[in-house]
């Protein structure tokens, strides 16, 4: 339903609700945020157990709550993967890559930060949004690094640590190797871990800083439509969004 959106300081456009993200989307979205919210508690709570006075049974039952986090980590990772190539239009591999328009892709950052940080107008004065009717153009260059960077490393790392310092699945014998090699495989693996997190954290700040400003710069309602599934599109969203349906194999529900 078209709706003439005039709020006291909201661009004037007509937006009209469509379905975008899928539910099996949405909910990976929150309970991975959950989960990383949990398994960074853990971390905290059995990094500083001297600090916060922690016993040893229950440091090691905070290390352990960790290591089970970090499998359902996998699991949802491995459903997002799945929806990368199996999901509706909007949650595909095709949908995150950044609109080139035959250009490089260093140019076509620039050009959507710029378009973010100082954004066109109409001949009427209002703000112009970026036409994105799925993923955000610029956040596509946050997307990625997490997708085929960030999680695997901080996966892969997780699970050879906690098989080297745990005697956990799937290399159990990496506990038994010998001194000095089992030191320095814990330290490699804990700074790469280490490391990891410290980027996943600094996506996590660029996410929020970049939906914050999204919603005070166009008044853009994105954060609402992670949970319902529907975006506000403007007459020039919606001609792109029925486009991409078209060439998608399958409808978002
Ligand atoms: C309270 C914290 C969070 C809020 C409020 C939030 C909000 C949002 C919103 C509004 C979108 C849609 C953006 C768009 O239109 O492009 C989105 C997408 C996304 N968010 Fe978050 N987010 C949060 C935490 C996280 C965390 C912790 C992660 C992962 C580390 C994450 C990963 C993603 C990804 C990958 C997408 C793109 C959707 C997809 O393809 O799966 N978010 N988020």
Not at 197 to 213: E, P, R
Request: neutral net charge.
């Amino acid at each position: 339903m078209p709706i003439l959106n005039i709020g006291p300081s909201a661009p004037e456009r007509t937006v009209h609700y469509v379905p975008v993200w899928e539910p099996r989307l949405r909910v990976w979205h929150w309970s991975n945020a959950l989960t990383i919210l949990l398994l960074f508690e853990s971390y905290l709570l059995f990094n500083w157990h001297k600090e916060l006075g922690l016993s040893k049974a229950t440091t090691a039952m905070f290390e352990k709550a960790h290591i089970y986090l970090g499998y359902l980590f996998i699991l949802l990772f491995a459903g997002r993967v799945y929806l990368l190539f199996r999901g509706n239009t909007f949650s595909r591999l095709t949908e995150i890559l950044p609109d080139r328009k035959g250009e490089s892709l260093a140019r076509t950052l620039l050009r959507e930060v710029r378009h973010h940080l100082s954004p066109p107008r109409d001949p009427n004065g209002n703000l112009l949004p970026p036409a994105d009717p799925g993923h955000n153009q610029l956040a596509r260059f946050l997307y990625l690094p997490l997708f085929f960077l960030i999680i695997p490393i901080q996966i892969l790392s997780g699970v050879l640590w906690s098989s080297v310092k745990w005697g956990f699945w799937p290399f159990p014998s990496l506990r038994t190797v010998a001194a000095p090699l089992h030191h320095t495989l814990n330290e490699i693996l804990s700074d790469i871990h280490a490391a990891c997190m410290y980027a996943l954290l600094a996506f996590i700040a660029g996410h929020l800083f970049g939906i914050v400003l999204h919603e005070f710069t166009f008044r853009s309602d994105i954060l609402s439509s992670m949970i319902h599934g529907d975006k506000p599109l403007t007459e020039k969203e919606l001609d792109d969004y029925r486009q991409i349906e078209r060439s998608g194999e399958s409808p978002a529900e």
